[in-house]
Nanobody, 123 residues
């Protein structure tokens, strides 16, 4: 099992920045790929970005390219999502996920999930 705990969410004005963290514990060798998803009220959970734990290759949703950056610190077993130039439409509950065998935007590919951290962007 891998346990994931997100942090770093909050309220920010449009154009501002936030950095989300995802701390992993347990069988961290099973992370393989870490992904970030988000879910706005009354909408489906949507893929944001993913990163291969070993190697660092990454993959982004078109809607966030150039504004959000995914990274990880293997020594700290922590993944990050740097969010810049935030827009009101970025408002959502952001989830960290892990355990996918390859880079994928499909939520079904991930075995482990955190509880989420709320990001609210005011206009």
């Amino acid at each position: 099992q891998v346990q994931l705990v997100e942090s770093g969410g909050g309220l920010v004005q449009a154009g501002g920045s936030l950095r989300l963290s995802c701390a992993a514990s347990g069988r961290t060798f099973s992370i393989y790929t870490m992904g970030w998803f988000r879910q706005a009220p009354e909408k489906e959970r949507m893929f944001v970005a993913a990163i291969r734990w070993n190697g660092g290759s990454s993959y982004y949703a078109d809607s966030v390219k150039g504004r959000l950056t995914i990274s990880r610190d293997i020594a700290k077993n922590t993944g990050y999502l740097q969010m810049d130039s935030l827009k009101p439409e970025d408002t959502a509950l952001y989830y960290c996920a892990a355990g996918a065998p390859a880079l994928t935007s499909s939520a079904r590919g991930y075995e482990y999930w955190g509880q989420g951290t709320q990001v609210t962007v005011s206009s």
